[in-house]
């Protein structure tokens, strides 16, 4: 009779667990991130979120940049992220030639930055207070790194004036009502408050 109880238990929550859920079981990564961006997005709606954490994971996260759901910005591609404590590791392929878009600069500091290469960057990232921080620390491009002052050269004259607000020390508003988004090892969480 215990086994009996047990398994009926198991089915019971089996069932309540893919009504919870919205009935599908993600079979991707893919569509579990969106699964899961679909919740946060849908949950930002109520006049109070709940604040259960949401959390994604890297595997999740790369799956859903390379579905070609999310536009990066032109010239950049293969975007892969590896997360550990406070601290995103970022790698892709970028043509600064599509990334300059055609404006020159006679500065042979910022000559590094055409052709298309391998770029590293490592940032720390946090979110609190409703608010998203990211600050780089380093950016190499094909394993070499890249002095600071040469980036904050390239990021005054070909990313602010595209991406205001975007630099080497970014703050700005975190979207859906996200009152913390934490960078972990290997997975991102947010809560909605």
């Known amino acids: ?60 996260v790369n799956a859903y940049l390379a579905s070609g759901k999310v536009r990066l910005p032109a010239g950049v591609e293969a975007l892969h992220l590896v997360g550990t404590p406070g601290v995103i590791n970022a790698r892709c392929r970028v043509d600064f030639d599509r990334v300059r878009a ?6 042979p500091l910022l000559r590094l930055f055409s052709g298309a ?4 960057a490592d940032a720390q990232a946090s979110g609190s207070n409703h608010r998203g921080h990211v600050h ?12 600071h002052f040469i980036l ?25 009502k996200i009152e913390t988004a934490t960078v972990g ?3 991102l969480t947010v809560i909605q408050r």
């Open 185 to 187: 090892s290997h997975r």
């Open 102 to 107: 055609g404006r020159a600069n006679s500065n």
């Open 1 to 60: 009779m215990t086994g009996v109880r047990s398994k009926v238990f198991s089915l019971a929550f089996l069932i309540v667990a893919g009504l919870w859920s919205g009935g599908d079981t993600p079979r991707t990564p893919v569509q579990s991130a969106e699964q899961k961006l679909h919740y946060v997005d849908e949950n930002a709606k109520r006049e109070v979120p709940d604040p259960r954490p949401t959390e994604l994971s890297e595997t999740e």
């Open 136 to 147: 780089v620390n380093s950016v190499s491009i094909d394993g070499i790194e890249v002095p």
């Open 152 to 176: 904050e050269l390239f990021v005054e004259k070909y990313v602010a004036p595209r991406y205001p607000g975007v630099g080497l020390d970014s703050t700005f508003a975190l979207p859906d």
């Open 117 to 120: 290469h391998d770029v590293e």
